[in-house]
């Protein structure tokens, strides 16, 4: 048996600055505080949580002395004001690639347009990218665009771990809708990759591995890629998911995660597939 992992499998590169600094904060001062968890993992969280990590649903339950860690996934405007005017000392762990989409989000509000997000509906980012901007529309699928009125000016943005299909789908759509509209492409590129290994290794695996939590909505989009291309693909949180009747009669095992999976839940789930197949060759990094 082969094991093929998609070499950009697990956290991106704003998560893993996030979660660093997340550990980091809290170690420097003893606890950190978030108004939200840090990512969409629990196994993170827990683990963040024994460091010193707390979450909190209020800035006034914020200790004077502590400090605030902004998350990855973007924070209001009025959030940033609310802490700085209350004394709070901050920490910005917003990802750069989400401070792009309020920075281009805000730029087209500016030159007039009605701004169109697409995205999940409630998502910690979605909601983050909303509040650059007034009474956007946010729009998840196909469906809920044929819904929208037909418009002069608009500018759409989108969440940035969407899937290209959906985001491509809704857009043919504006297009029949909007007289001028101006899309800006924010899916990031970590995001890209991974859906691209995913699609090509679902397609070249006898079954497929996606390691990450159902409260992540990236973790759930590469499972919903690779079952698309692969009906034996499987999404599990961790090791102890794992089926072993999952790989009987497999000769190739490919395995992808979330961009909230940290590494070690990605080696532990290498380890138990290598275990129930008995494999000792390595594994091999599929680009």
Request: hydrophobic fraction near 40%.
């Amino acid at each position: 048996m082969k094991i093929l992992v998609a070499k950009d499998a697990g956290y991106c590169f704003g998560v893993r600055d996030a979660v660093n600094l997340a550990y980091s904060t809290a170690d420097k001062y003893g606890e950190v505080y978030m108004l939200g968890h840090i990512v969409h993992n629990e196994n993170v969280v827990e683990d963040l949580e024994r460091t010193g990590a707390k979450v909190v649903d209020d800035l006034d339950e914020v200790p004077k002395d502590k400090p605030l860690l902004f998350r990855a996934h973007g924070t209001a405007p009025d959030v940033w004001e609310s802490a700085l005017s209350k004394g709070i000392k901050t920490v910005d762990a917003t990802c750069p690639l989400v401070i792009e989409i309020h920075e281009e989000v805000r730029k087209l509000e500016e030159e007039g347009r009605k701004i169109i997000i697409i995205g999940d509906h409630g998502h910690d980012e979605v909601i983050g990218i909303a509040s650059q901007v007034s009474d956007p529309i946010i729009i998840a699928t196909p469906e809920e665009a044929e819904l929208l009125r037909k418009m002069k000016y608009a500018g759409v943005v989108s969440q940035s771990t969407q899937m290209i299909e959906n985001v491509q789908s809704i857009i043919n759509i504006l297009m029949k809708k909007v007289y001028d509209l101006h899309f800006v492409n924010t899916i990031c590129f970590p995001t890209k990759r991974n859906h691209e290994q995913i699609k090509t290794l679902a397609e070249q695996s006898d079954i497929m591995i996606v390691i990450g939590s159902y409260t992540s909505a990236n973790s759930k989009r590469l499972t919903q890629l690779a079952l698309e291309r692969n009906p034996r693909s499987y999404q599990v949180t961790n090791a102890n998911d794992m089926d072993s009747d999952w790989i009987i009669g497999a000769k190739v095992v490919g395995i992808s995660a979330g961009a909230s999976t940290p590494d070690n839940i990605i080696q532990d789930v290498i380890s138990r597939v290598k275990e129930l197949g008995h494999v000792k060759e390595e594994e091999v990094f599929y680009e």
